[in-house]
């Protein structure tokens, strides 16, 4: 499929695997997202199955060589079904002490370690916080050590162009890459492609890559530094067009199909957050879908400047994470009332308060279910992995319409930021997404609901003859107007409640990865997909009794799963929470599930599932 | 804006089914009377018009308006009537707020939308109380002022709702109050007119919180000297006898009586295009002079809405109406077979 | 006990009874608040057990004769133990139209209905909407109707004051007062007293009033109006020193108490909001007790301010309803994370949204346990009855400082409005609130926690050597510095956990009225306390096994609660809500509980629940 | 407000032990260094002082204050300040905020604690950006600012912090710039000493998302062209040889150059007293005009926090210091036999 630069020396032996993590990591200036993106790249056209997991620092810019200044790419690469980013690391490439310093961890033993030579000097372990340097003190016998020298090498590859040093550093990464590119037999040429067209305003920097790129790749072939190379074969992948994309672009474009579909207008309304601005920066970008964006003064500016665009006959979606969702609750609730569709996108981060904003959790899910007085049941619906982000936001359009409700859209920072191929649907497989505004004033009655969804009447201002107020008092079961009456607020919100319930009938049945019945059946929602299934096939292929059903709708909840759940003895359900589906379905179905519960700020590693998975069937 | 001059409407067309559920003798009863008055004079359709309103009393007011409402939450009507207006340019929406619905809670929507300039008419029902929840001191009660939550007097200084929004540079800037029937019509009209986020402050007696709040306004022997009546290009007079107005001496004011060499000609000229000299009217206070009534700023800047509307018309022209396919298929696509 | 005016006929025949429920209607400038609350008075002089309700418009002043504008009182007073204001009305008094038509449903077959003829004229009937006079129509057959000429003979009464009409129409409600005072056979010296004193500084008013009251009396004595006057024996009540109180004026001196006990200044910071306003205007009348009260811009700066004099070293409070709380749960979560000491009360109202701001309901539980992002878990603490809003407060402000945590406190709009008697507590029997301000730099870590509490050290900025940062990042464990290290958050989040459990050493054993184990237990919460303890105790005194547990503490929950729920066959739990306190305890104890749910803006009828406790014994 | 003379701090005390982590360049560090600097010198004692912000890169500010701190949630900290202002009068309480921060989620909690005149010292780094979020446009971002979220450019006219303050009545209001340590240590120190609140926008250069957006203000060859320094009752004299200044032509300001007969005495002589002239000098733009930097207002009038506490002590020596059981027995009471 893939050419690559002839070498001299005769061809090294090329050892085979099935599957590889790597993790490329170093100074935020270092540039190792990029790097982590090209090299899932160049696996993706190597015909692997891939899973991505960026890390980026908290801080902007932090100074360079500091333990909280590093930045991180890990890559998953195999020629079987790949779930997950991958646990531990096959390989490490480090370009300062700090990185080695704070990944070294998550190393296998007899791993692949890469680092850069030159950087591990007095300095730099200072700012590292090592009192001595890892290289000499014997801790790093436990890997396959290479300490190539890759900031002179690049030097001396573009010595002839006489950069200025600076502008040399900023090769080290392509250089980096190239090394690793031979090492693991992966095609170069779609990065010299990428940086073709990335730099073609800079020539200078186009060639200085391009060429640090290349000497990196020769270092491999041409010196004694590896004995070997590695090779993994292709994977088996499901013919058709794929495209690379992360979560939170998923959800832009999940959201502009729907709108679309609907030939509606998209508003969005929004103020910036980690991790969910890249949403509005994408739709910022596709105006001429007819997308409205708008950066409000604040969260409830975000929120209520939507419901005003749904009240005039858009389709409205307001995005933000944890601290934002608090400020929202208020509008939540009167969009509820008012019954008008409207989606509010949590990308949720690591709480309580501020927390760690650029790392994941799932400790939103009672928030979304809860977070608001009064009795306001909204749907709410999660997404799986980040190209599932599009269908869960598509889904969450679909169902706001149909239903005249707000919906809760949940994904997270790790969804947002890590990458997966997509397999591209086209539109006309997708779902019809109607809208049908009322204009009949015959009988007209602005909360006079639909029999099957118990809608109420979508009324674009403008059409004569159904002027008609909303708010959030309490309102007449009919009119709208507004009640005080005792039996009208119980019938409201009780209608309120039916409304949730009639949304079952638009769930499918709920798929059963595994057997239908039987010992362990483990349930997950979000973003811990990938790592539930990875784990529970470990268990299948071995023959056990280990099912796994994934959660996309949370509220209301599929109409047959406690006929689910009680077909298995045993429960489980992974979190990135203390345990909040597991208390939704004790509460509901009174079952005696049990949760697992990590709450690092990071995804599951599949051995964390697999280890408590044994445990349940030994118990 | 759509205008629907099919048939003329009339006042009545714009009263809706709803019981007004004011205290008798509340100013907002005049108010909505003068809005739905002028309604039918400045063109616009009933269908094709929206109140947006937070909570509080004044707030009631998209219920008694014929037209399409929201009565949104507290403090936040200026956002919902944002996102309507800007996906929606075709619209006239109206905004009604209290003291403290606007500058209390809703300090910052209200703010914003001004300094956005939205095309969007503000009317702040400014009774310096609240009213719905029953008799709070709000941040326009005047300092000292003693209410249910401030048994010993407030300890704060006010907002001025004129120099605040002088202040976030609005493009337009009057205010007027609830018993001048005429002066209000006027003074909304021109409001309707301005394109651009339009902020009205009307004085509103609350009678049963506040009563007499602006009764050295309002009564009838004493309002020729305490109002000052702006006009714009006009010389600043008042008085029962039109004998006193208002001169400036270096940068500051000074009410002068007209006689004894002092004509008309001495006097400060409105200007409603001028902030600086808005800004200074804005700060004159009784009882050293007189208050000002009439358009404060009138000045035109792009909308907000008209911006972000030919931004989108301007991307459709350049790369065409969207297709979600191509969308997809956007960014580094690879085929497997 | 109490002398009354003499009369000039024999005396009636005097018929006795245990209990009565009265209630008085009429427009919103009839007075019929002032006419309760002395009806109340007076019958506490009799020596009765009362329950009152008040019932306002959400109007402010709805126009004369409105539907909207009728505004009521009820009075429920017995010789027995009282503990609620009664379900259907023994009799009803009605000044005008309006007033019989949106009350007349709650009275019983033949109870006593009074009201005023002359107010029975067409204007009044058509703003009432009746087509037709319902003295007309025979529809008032079912009850005894005594049509008073209420308005004709106060004017009679006081002709020789000369006084406006106006001013005569003002004395119209101590005119009915002084006929039902004759007809109940209560003092009304009480009330005179009141006059007195009420209007000493208007003593036209104090004389046209006066008057007025006593010409009603008399009428009774006096005229063939009534057969018969009826006599409700006093009470046996525990002797001691009682006071009125009404939820929120308990709520705010329980807070003063605490503060005074525990030797600090009080800060509310607090936005006005129906119906949480008055604890606002009643602390701020005690400035003297070192209380201040900052009305805020808005819920948010309400807390915010709060929590900054938190972390100056005052008692912080802040007071809300269900709209507010949204707004605030932003700062609940950096309180949570800064672990200071800071009290959130919701004084719950009809939601969702705007809802029906004047009237009660219990749907804020689950927001006060999950309404913010992230685990941020809080204790919850509820009032059950108005005088015990008092220990509420002052317990949620005992926790808060031992444990050095935000406390939620929960109470209603139906507490909050409503009084009962209460019997005083003296300042010495309460409960110590110790504050040890931590002041030795030795050893100083702004994390380091109790061993026996959790709690971290409380430090007043001004002490030196101490300067130290907090803020809503994850800390470290120990330093509190940012801390972005997984582990370290887990153990954040786990501790903060912990720190919750550690609260139930604080709860003692949970009261069973009834039997400890047995067929059917009721819990509740809240205010619905009054009459799941009466409708229990018309079963106890059946004989049949019912048991009752009213919660205090929602979050923990009480150690021994597991274990009480598994001694019973049946579990239920009534609640204003959709079964909120129901969802917590199945998901918790895995219990089959069920729910009676009531949402209507309105405290439980005795009867409602009692039916369903009948349907349940019976099943 | 408590002093410690006991032993003179120097500006190390005020350096705390955690690492800075701005960006290597930010406008940051030196904000903190001139802050740092004038601590010891303004009588304050480490422990009477406390750092309350909200979050932005600037807000991470008070970690670096080696004095109590508060890092509480996006746009609160005017908040938590008043709170902590108004109970604890003792402390010297300074708020960090930034144009995020303070005027877009913010705004409505800097409205209010600026026009109630609580004694705090709050400086807004306006670094016309979102610095945190990784480069979003701001409220104070110029008209047609290309950001990330704005990539056909912003269409919301910015807000101009100076006229904001004046427009809420603020009683002491100046702008420095992150680059002059002299005149940030002199703006910084009057605003420390100044009682009531004192706005300081301090113009910050964010070399990553925003970088140059004050280039003309900081060059070292257009400075003295582009920068007004106002002294109080000195004319408004500029240029690199003094020889240009602003004067009053009518109620507009013109820039006029010295000789040819125009002498400082026809110029403008700065005011800070006088509220009109700092809404016509906070108004003047560059190109036009230079861009003034110094105290724009200062005036005195009662603090909030005393207030508040004057009634609290006021109540005490009526009523006598509260006592529960009498409160408890308050009302209408009856004994039960
Ligand atoms: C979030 C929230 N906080 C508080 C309230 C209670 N509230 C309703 S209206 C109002 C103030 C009304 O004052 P103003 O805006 O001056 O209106 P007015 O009633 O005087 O016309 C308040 C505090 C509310 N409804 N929602
Ligand atoms: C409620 C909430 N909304 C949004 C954010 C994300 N956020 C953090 S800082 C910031 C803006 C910072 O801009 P500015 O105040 O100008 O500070 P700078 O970083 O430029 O110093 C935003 C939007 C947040 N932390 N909390
Ligand atoms: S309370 Fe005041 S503002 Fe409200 S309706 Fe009554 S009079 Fe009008
Ligand atoms: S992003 Fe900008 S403001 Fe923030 S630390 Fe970096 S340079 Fe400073
Ligand atoms: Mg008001
Ligand atoms: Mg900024």
Redesign the pocket.
Known sequence: MATSPVGVLPPKPVVERDNVVIRFAGDSGDGMQVTGMQFTNESVFAGNEIGTLPDFPAEIRAPTGTLYGVSAFQVNFSSQSVYTPGDDLDALVVMNPAALKTNLADLKQNGLLILDKAEFNEPNLKKAQYAKSPLDDGSLDKYQLYPVEITKMTTLALKDMNLPNRSVMRCRNFFALGVVSWLYNRPIEPTVKWITERFKKNTEVLEANTLALKAGYNLGENTELFASSYDIKPAKIAPGLYRNITGNTATAIGFVAAAKKAGLPLFLGSYPITPASDVLHDLSTLKNFNVYTFQAEDEIAGIGSALGAAFGGSIAITTTSGPGMNLKA?TIGLAAVVELPLIITNIQRSGPSTGMPTKPEQSDLLQALYGRHGEAPLPVIAASSPADCFFAAYEAVRIAVKYMTPVILLTDGYLANASEPWLLPSSADLPEVNVEFRTDPQGFFPYLRDEDTLARPWVRPGTPGLEHRVGGLEKDYLTGNISYAPSNHEQMVRVRYRKMAKITQDIPPTKINGPESGKLLIIGWGSTYGSITAAVKGFQEQGKSVSHIHLRHLNPLPADLGDILSRFEKILVPEMNMGQLLRVLRAEYLVDAVGLNKIQGRPFKVSEITARISRMLEE | MATNAAQKLTRKDFVSDQDVRWCPGCG?YSILAQVQKIMPEIGVSRENTVFIS??????RFPYYMNTYGFHT???RAPASATGLKVSRPDLSVWVV??????L??GGNHLLHALRRNVDLKILL?N?R?????KG?Y?PTSELGKVTKSTPAGSADHPVNPLLFALGVDASFIARTIDVEAKHQQDILTRAANHRGAAFVEIL?N?NVFNDGAFASLTDRELKSDTQLLLENGKPMIFGKNKDRGIRLRGMSPEVVTLGNGITADDLLVHDENDPVLGFMLSRLAQPAFPMPLGVIRATNKVTFDAAMNSQIQDAMAKSGDGDIDKLLRSGDVWTVQ
Chains 1, 3 share one sequence.
């Open positions: 208020e | 907002d937070g909570i509080g009393c004044s707030s939450i507290h403090g707020t209290g003291d403290g619905d606007g209390s809670i029902f009774n109380i609240y009213g719905l929840t709070q709000s509103q609350c």
